[in-house]
Every structure is written in C-alpha cells, then in structure tokens.
C-alpha cells in the first residue's frame, strides 16, 4: 500500500499548502470571531455550550446565513434534534442581514433560506442514519459549508448504556472527521448543560456541558454561553479550550438579527 505521507513542510508552506484544509467560517459576530480566531475551522467539532435562553439556536442561524457568504455556492446542512426548526425566526433574520448589507448585490440578489437544508431526528437511530447514510450521499453531489447539529445532546438523554454511548460518540466523530477530510466543511454543534455541586462544600454549584468526559474528549473546540442576568439581554461567551484560541469572554446581546456584539452595539449607539 502506498503511503500517504506528503514529507514534512516548513511553517510558512502549512499556511498554502492546503488552504482548503484551515480555512475558517466566519460567525458574522464580531465577538465570536475575536474569540476563535475568525470562525470555525474546517477541521474538527466546535461546541457551543450553554443555558436555556443564551442563544445557542440564533447563533446557530446566524452561522447558517453567513457561512454561505464566506463560502460561495454553498448549502449549509442543520440537523434539529430538539425542537422544530425556527423557520419564522430564521426567515426575520434573513431580511434583517439583507438590511443591514444592502448595498452589497451578493448578499441582496441571494437565496439564503433555500441553501439550508433542514433535517429532524429524534433519537440516536435516526441520527446514525442521518450521519453515516444521508450525509454522505448529499455530499457527493452538493458542496457544504457547515454542518449544524442542534443539539448533540437530545437523543441521547434516554441513553442509560453509557459504554455504549461513548462508542457512539466516537463513532460519529470519527465519521465526521473522515467527511470533513474529503469535503473540507466546518462542523457545530450545540449542547445543553446540566448542574453540578461540589461533593466536598455541597454548596459550589456550576453549570457544565452534558454527555460528560466521553463527549468532551471529541471535541475541538468548546464555546460555554450564558445569561449574566435574567433580566438583562447581555450573554457572555466563554473559550473553555480550543487548540488555537486562548482562555477569554466576550459579551453579546441578541436582536432582530440574531447574536450582536456588545461593544459594537454600543459604539454603534455612540
């Protein structure tokens, strides 16, 4: 068998060698792209983590409608698991980013609704068939710029069997990383967080990621979300670990177009 490796490049040459493999999808934040670099890579499984109502799903949406302008003639597949997909929500933020961008004939004259292609399942079966069946053919006759799973956590939350579940994590990341290899798209899921208390004060509680260690290990790179108030709009974003994006928080607020940053809010408003 002849073996594939390339031999060994300098440090500038990884950067054009293949572009195609470290490209990066822009959020369309200002925030999120600060804290990871410029978006999500190509390469890998990015998390975003966090609380009921700290806008996991519109951020989500947002990546949908934006990855199709960094990537050109591109779809962007979303798998909802939890929920129906928010289609009068999407379709808002659609005319808001048109809006906002009006002077630019790409984003004005495009479809971006129909260049998302929505699928729904509700248990881990029909995710499998989703991942390691429908995907694959899809991918071979259309290009994708991301691949949205909304949530990781859903179908799993009957799961009892957690050696088994741990191998299926694998195994559906180990497919993804061999689809993301021949089709060089970014991958994002959500996931929700459950409550833990300090078994040694029984008093320090804090919210962490669900599907524990098992999952943890698989992921690239994790984003944590929450709400600083209940009674404020302002959410703060957490890079809990990531191999090219040091430990920070940013602050955002969400509005008729989805996630905004808050800084730039306020300078806006200025």
Known sequence: MESEFEGFSSGSEILTKHADRWHKVSFGVPVFDRLTGGGI?????????????????????KLALTAQRTVPNSCVVYICTEHRFPS???????????????ADDAVRDHNFVDHILVEHVWCVPTLMACLFDRLPKLLESTKISVLIIDSIASPFVEERDYISRAETFRSIVHRLHQLQERHNFAICVTNQVRSVIDSSTLDDQRNVPALGLAWSTLVHTRLQLSRTTLSSNDRRCTVVFGPSAPP??????IDESGPVDTEALRVSMS
Request: charged share 25%; proline share 2%.
């Open 41 to 61: 890579g190509a390469r890998g499984i990015f998390e975003l983590a966090g609380d009921p109502g700290s806008g996991k799903t519109q951020i989500a949406l």
């Open 88 to 102: 009068r929500r999407l379709l808002q933020m659609e005319a808001e980013y048109k809006r906002q961008q009006s």
């Open 248 to 253: 920070k928080h940013g602050f955002y607020q």
